[in-house]
Nanobody, 120 residues
Framework: QVQLVESGGGLVQPGESLALSCAAS????????MAWYRQAPGNQRELVAA???????NYADSVRGRFTISRDNAKNTVYLQMNSLKPEDTAVYYC??????????????WGQGTQVTVSS
């Protein structure tokens, strides 16, 4: 059994920063891609940022230049540093990871979500 546990959400004012982290635990073989998604009320869940096992990153256009995704493979943890936050960044943020013995046999896992609210 694999669990992803997010932490670091909260309420901040526009222009401020917030850092999220997500730790994987349980029966972990290899963690391949890790990612952050978000879902605002009334919207579909969308990809925010992703990072491969080798460290290659990908960002949504709306956050590029403001958010930074990183990972610590030794700690099975992925991070999301969010700077210059805007009200439109308000959403529930979900951690996502592909975990398995090989890429072909990797399964997708989700965290429970953490609320990020940007408001003055």
């Amino acid at each position: 059994q694999v669990q992803l546990v997010e932490s670091g959400g909260g309420l901040v004012q526009p222009g401020e920063s917030l850092a999220l982290s997500c730790a994987a635990s349980g029966s972990i073989d290899t963690i391949y891609a890790m990612a952050w998604y978000r879902q605002a009320p009334g919207n579909q869940r969308e990809l925010v940022a992703a990072i491969t096992i080798g460290g290659t990153t990908n960002y949504a256009d709306s956050v590029r230049g403001r958010f930074t995704i990183s990972r610590d493979n030794a700690k099975n943890t992925v991070y999301l540093q969010m700077n210059s936050l805007k009200p439109e960044d308000t959403a529930v943020y979900y951690c996502n990871a592909d975990i398995g013995p090989s890429p072909a046999w990797a399964k997708e896992y989700w965290g429970q979500g953490t609320q990020v609210t940007v408001s003055s």
